[in-house]
């Protein structure tokens, strides 16, 4: 099966910095890889599909790159509400696994 | 708008069953696939099964092929993953989750969640 490994695991970084996180498939994937946001305590949330379409109602601020292993979510401009876990998923066949998450919090 | 709750989670002992449940409104049920998806106490998201729109077709994660059963009954509205021989590690939320594409076979990501249903195995 394919993993799906995101790093870091966490990051700390200050309102307005442009934070970046990886996702690295063990296998090409093509697209098809989603990303999502968890903030604390709540529902994951859909941020992005196909790698790089963003979902509606996701502020322009998250956008996404790559194909086939390696993949990016780009946050351009950290707000406070930015605070949350993402996770990366893979859907080109099952299993759908998701990535291990990376936590994002405010320095 | 969609809506999906999720029921039939509780304390369960290593080794027995549970049948979750998951009442969907607020959208063409048969139209589209459902994924359940779990969550351990701090850990992060692990897809457990999909089963497309009208039933014909189910994958599993590995951790639980064998021992977990996803089906639904598009007359109900209604989602299920029979859980058999619970281990330890299968403590989570149960969250039942929407895939977008209609009528596709195979399951993609998910664009709406329900609240989740807690499974305790001990």
């Known amino acids: 099966d394919i993993q799906m490994t995101q790093s870091p695991s966490s990051l700390s970084a200050s309102v307005g910095d442009r934070v970046t996180i990886t996702c690295r498939a063990s296998?090409?994937?093509?697209?098809?890889l989603a990303w999502y946001q968890q903030k604390p305590g709540k529902l994951p949330k859909l941020l992005i599909y196909a790698a790089s379409t963003l979902q509606s109602g996701v502020p322009s601020r998250f956008s996404g790159s790559g194909s086939g292993t390696d993949f990016t979510l780009t946050i351009s401009s950290l707000q406070p509400e930015d605070v949350a876990t993402y996770y990366c998923?893979?859907?080109?066949?099952?299993?759908?696994?998701f990535g291990g998450g990376t936590k994002v919090e405010i320095k | 708008q969609v809506q999906l709750v999720e029921s039939g989670g509780g304390v369960v002992q290593p080794g027995g069953s549970l049948r979750l449940s998951c009442a969907a409104s607020?959208?063409?049920?048969?139209?589209?696939?459902i994924h359940w998806v779990r969550q351990a106490p701090g850990k992060g998201l692990e897809w457990v099964a999909f089963?497309?729109?009208?039933?014909?077709?189910?994958y599993y994660a590995d951790s639980v092929k064998g021992r977990f059963t996803i089906s639904r009954d598009n007359s109900k509205n209604t989602l299920y993953l029979q859980m058999n021989s619970l281990r330890a590690e299968d403590t989570a939320v149960y969250y039942c989750?929407?895939?977008?594409?209609?009528?596709?076979?195979?399951?993609?990501?998910?664009?709406?969640w329900g609240q989740g249903t807690l499974v305790t195995v001990s």
């Open positions: 089963i497309n729109y009208d039933g014909s077709n189910q």
């Open positions: 296998q090409g994937i093509a697209n098809y």
């Open positions: 998923q893979k859907y080109n066949t099952a299993p759908l696994t």
């Open positions: 607020g959208f063409t049920f048969s139209s589209y696939g």
């Open positions: 989750a929407k895939d977008p594409r209609s009528g596709y076979i195979y399951g993609t990501y998910s664009d709406s």
